[in-house]
């Protein structure tokens, strides 16, 4: 029943995200929701000098500014020495960002926060795009507006070598570490009646990293995230694996401040070059090379 309900609860996600695709880039309509942290709904004032193209605005004149977490690779990692092109970072959403820049004129400025602050720093007027992996569902859809998907993640569960968790039935009564914010967060921390196992049952982290360190600890049974950066995490700590099925499937797209239509229809242009041309593709094998 539990696999039954997350299905269900996945298939009106993925239901949604074709619903925007097919909108083809069309401003969405509805009643915004109001973050937690925030009295009232965030409202974007786009006065800066327009961008090269004319057509459209950016925070700053000339420049494409994505927030973004950097603790999940391969997505958006701190770059050794000056990272990606001289952005400080690099990964698959790092090289996609600089791609679209390149095409619309800009110089790409990554801006490294908490996944919850970059959220809300597109929202606010603070960042043009976020990029951290980041998953069209109904309430994010109320206060942001998203490009075409570009990649598919799909959220597994991390366990130590020896658990008795060989199953998502087994996380019943479990204690699951999650990265703030996340899709992962969301249906883990929601009630059973809707697929989840209760907030009482998800420990939230900063970044996925620190989840991890508390799985390490014993301080959590388990870990739900994206079977990408999972990838990562289990190589670099012994003693950890990944279960053999999936917890969830999604899509990844670029979030934009609610009704900023002009740049997320050229950004959005662009990205369908980039995919039509391979690059996309060619940045994503770069990272999660295509098994054997």
């Known amino acids: 029943m539990k696999n039954f309900k997350k299905l269900a609860l996945m298939g009106l996600t993925a239901v949604m995200s074709l ?3 097919a909108a083809c880039g069309g401003g969405n309509s509805g009643s915004a929701e109001t973050p937690a942290n925030n009295t009232e709904t965030p409202s974007v ?3 800066e000098t327009p961008a090269a193209s004319g057509e459209f605005t950016t925070v700053e004149a000339g420049k494409l500014i994505m927030s973004t977490n950097a603790q999940f690779p391969p997505y958006e990692m701190v770059g050794d020495g000056e990272g990606y092109e001289g952005t400080g970072y690099e990964g698959i959403d790092v090289e996609i960002a600089y791609a679209i820049a390149q095409k619309l004129g800009l110089e790409l400025v990554v801006d490294n926060m908490g996944f919850d602050a970059a959220l809300q720093a597109v929202q606010t007027g603070k960042s043009d795009i976020v990029m951290a992996g980041v998953t069209v569902t109904g309430d994010r859809l109320e206060v942001m507006d998203f490009s075409d998907t570009y990649a598919n993640g799909i959220q597994v569960v991390i ?12 996380l019943e009564g479990k204690l699951i570490g999650c990265q703030m914010g996340t899709t992962g967060y969301i249906y883990c921390s929601d009630t059973p009646e809707n697929g989840g196992y209760g907030e009482d049952a998800v420990i939230p982290y900063d970044d996925g990293a620190a989840a991890i360190q508390a799985l390490m600890n014993g301080q959590v049974d388990c870990v739900v995230i994206d079977n990408a950066p999972a990838q990562e995490y289990v190589k670099a ?7 053999d099925t999936e917890f969830a499937n999604e899509n990844y797209a670029i979030g934009f401040a609610k009704g900023n239509t002009a740049l997320k229809d050229a950004v959005n242009a662009a990205l369908i070059e980039l995919v039509e041309d391979g690059t996309v593709q060619s ?10």
């Open 159 to 170: 366990v130590p070598e020896n658990s008795d968790i060989a199953t998502i039935d087994d």
């Open 237 to 243: 700590n012994p003693g950890l694996k990944i279960l």
């Open 19 to 21: 619903s925007l695709l």
């Open 45 to 47: 004032e786009n006065t």
């Open 283 to 292: 940045i994503i094998d770069k990272y999660i090379p295509a098994e054997g």
